[in-house]
């Protein structure tokens, strides 16, 4: 009997803190500790510790954890310097990287901080994405745009791998659509497992309009994994629990048993990638108890949809 075909199911984890002390002690759990990727968040508009400068300091301290950004913001910065800084972290990290990128720059002080006006942010993300692609092929580039423009520009060293697989964030049906026209995966953030069921609908259908395709194990999701009953702060657990158009429960799990049942409606969902955002006192215990219920998961896999072979 010929078994069915199984996606692969893999989870993360989100650091997104101040103390460099705490990165390092992360980063060296994740990489003993059997998890597949560290991501860290674009918070540089809001002060927040730029990505891309740690992710090669983590490439060049580990040697199998994968390194992603959830998400960058592509729109805020200039795509050559983006392609060339990722292209290095591909490098040292000898192809572990897993670009994310996404629109951001949603507060009026973050876009007068990237002098970056809010109509221009959607048109800039997907001109940008179209620059790195293109010079990610690491073959002579001439670009000429509505926002920037440049001369046979040739990124040295050559990426590791020849094609650069970008996914973007997105919650709204237009960013959905984007995801199908030129995303390559689909990484979501603030949306509960029957959003995401939709989402994954519209970007199937907006890819088959474009004439293109994205695998099926391209698609995650993002949840915020509580260890206490009181591991959210009050304001931190108002904010999360009043995200539009999602329920609390749908993205943010409180206990082992919580985040267990939360992955599970994903996965049934469509989802086989994720991000936890922790929250607990004493994050390595919370890592090592999570794998409980990660490793099981991930063991599994899911079930590719009807007619998909990749697994």
């Known amino acids: 009997m010929t078994s069915l075909p ?3 199911v893999r989870v993360g984890v989100t650091w997104a803190g101040r103390d460099l002390g705490s990165f390092w002690t992360l980063v060296d759990a994740l990489e ?20 891309l400068p740690l992710l090669a300091a983590a490439a060049a301290r580990t040697t199998r954890l994968k390194l992603g950004t959830n998400a960058l913001v592509l729109s805020a910065g200039n795509p050559v310097m983006a392609a ?17 990128a996404a629109l951001g720059l949603q507060r009026t002080r973050e876009r007068e901080a990237m002098g970056v006006p809010k109509d221009e942010r959607a048109a800039r993300l997907e001109e940008a994405v179209d620059v790195v692609r293109a010079l990610w092929t690491g073959e002579p580039v001439t670009h000429d745009g509505r926002f920037w423009s440049f001369s ?32 390559d995966g689909w990484l979501a953030a603030g949306v509960g497992p029957e959003r995401l069921r939709e989402g994954v609908a519209t970007i199937r259908a907006a890819a088959a309009e474009a004439g293109r395709t994205i695998d ?27 995200q539009k158009d999602v329920e609390a429960e749908d993205h943010i799990a409180h206990g082992i048993d919580a985040v267990r049942v939360l992955l599970e409606r994903f996965i049934a969902a469509g989802a086989t990638k994720f991000v936890l955002i922790l929250h607990a006192r004493d994050a390595p215990g919370w890592l090592r108890e999570l794998r409980e219920v990660i490793d099981p998961l991930e063991a599994a896999g899911a079930p590719a949809p009807s007619g998909d072979i990749s697994g």
């Not at 060339?84 to 994310?100: K, Q």
């Not at 099926?216 to 629990?241: C, K, N, S």
Request: no cysteine.
């Open 152 to 183: 046979d520009v040739q990124l040295s060293p050559r990426p590791s791998r020849p094609k650069l697989e970008m996914w973007l964030g997105a919650r709204s049906d237009v960013a959905l659509r984007r995801v199908g026209r030129i995303g």
């Open 84 to 100: 060339r800084e990722l292209a290095a972290i591909d490098a040292i990290s000898a192809g572990r990287l897993l670009p994310t």
């Open 216 to 242: 099926e194990d391209h698609y995650g999701a993002t949840i915020h994994a509580v260890r206490e009953p009181d591991g959210l702060g009050t304001g931190q657990h108002r904010m999360l629990a009043s």
């Open 6 to 8: 199984r996606l692969s």
């Open 32 to 51: 003993t500790g059997g998890w597949d990727s560290l991501w860290l968040p674009d918070l540089a508009p809001l002060g927040g510790i730029a990505p």
